[in-house]
């Protein structure tokens, strides 16, 4: 059996509820007042409900006719999206993109960049995800991302192409209350051993998960990223290595306290990378805009 609707009979309730009369829609429409009300008439004659009273000198739609107007503009506004994407995406312009970023860069400048973006006008879905440590590679390869921002550790083989975006320093830290605080000198594995030590969990989903810079200790704690990491050390859940820039202020306002240790973290460089034979216009934007970015500026 035909569905009965169509988005032009959409159109055709909609014009009338808008304009207020069948005269005034036909005149939007460029059609005969006639040529509306057949189309109305067969629609109700399809659907067995009156869609209008036209009882009064004015037209008005019945509970019926109001629930499939309702119904029936979002129908009409995702065909007027879907009409606009097909058009942009033959102009060059991605309808969606997915950005990776690993949770060691600040949030706030990559959403900087994503306003800037908005500036411009064009129909792009940005997606933004959560990634640590090898999940930055993983969603690349996986095909979970387009673009991955923050990626550390070995560059995977295949057909990439990657900018470096600098190298993430580390301090070890606690809170100020903290008992290894009171200890005098560098502190040690030994020491570090001795308290509950706090994780940004590996993201990736089919590569080998990686525990970078972690800490023998009788325990962990293990988050899902960096945010929650520097809020658990700060409030004494658990010590260890956090990111220099992204708590700069904290350890300026003496929420976090940074100590020498014996074992010392060495810096890791940061990637930001996409693959090679992928072209959009969305894409390209994101990489230049992206690449002039200081993320490791201190907070």
Not at 265 to 273: D, H
Not at 274 to 299: I, M, P, S, T
Request: net charge positive.
């Amino acid at each position: 059996m035909q569905n009965p609707l169509s988005l032009d009979a959409l159109r055709v309730l909609d014009a009338i509820e808008r304009r207020g009369s069948f005269q005034a829609a036909a005149e939007a429409l460029h059609k005969v007042p006639s040529a509306l009300s057949y189309t109305v008439q067969k629609l109700e004659s399809d659907l067995g409900v009156v869609l209008f009273d036209r009882s009064r000198q004015r037209a008005r739609l019945t509970a019926a006719g109001t629930l499939l107007l309702e119904r029936g503009r979002k129908l009409l506004q995702d065909a007027a999206d879907l009409e606009e994407a097909v058009r942009q995406l033959e102009s060059g312009w991605e309808t969606t993109l997915r950005i990776a970023r690993d949770t060691v860069l600040p949030i706030d400048r990559l959403l900087q960049q994503v306003r800037a973006f908005n500036g411009l006008g064009q129909q792009v879905t940005v997606q933004i995800s959560e990634e640590v440590l090898g999940g930055g590679w993983d969603a690349l390869v996986a095909g979970r991302c387009d673009l991955t921002l923050g990626a550390s550790g070995d560059i995977p083989k295949g057909v990439f192409e990657y900018r470096a975006l600098g190298a993430v320093e580390f301090v070890f830290a606690v809170a100020p209350e903290h008992p290894l605080t009171r200890r005098e000198g560098p502190v040690d594995a030994d020491d570090i051993a001795a308290f509950p030590t706090v994780i940004a969990a590996d993201t990736s989903l089919i590569s080998p998960a990686r525990s970078s810079g972690l800490l023998a200790s009788r325990q962990s704690l293990r988050v899902a990223n960096m945010d929650a990491k520097i809020q658990a050390q700060c409030l004494g859940v658990g010590v260890g290595f956090l990111p220099r820039h992204m708590v700069a202020d904290l350890l300026r306002r003496g929420k976090l306290v940074a100590l020498p240790c014996a074992v010392p973290r060495p810096p890791i460089p940061l990637y930001m990378a996409w693959r090679k034979h992928q072209q959009g216009r969305a894409l390209a934007w994101f990489v230049e805009a992206c690449a002039r970015v200081d993320w490791l500026r201190a907070n």
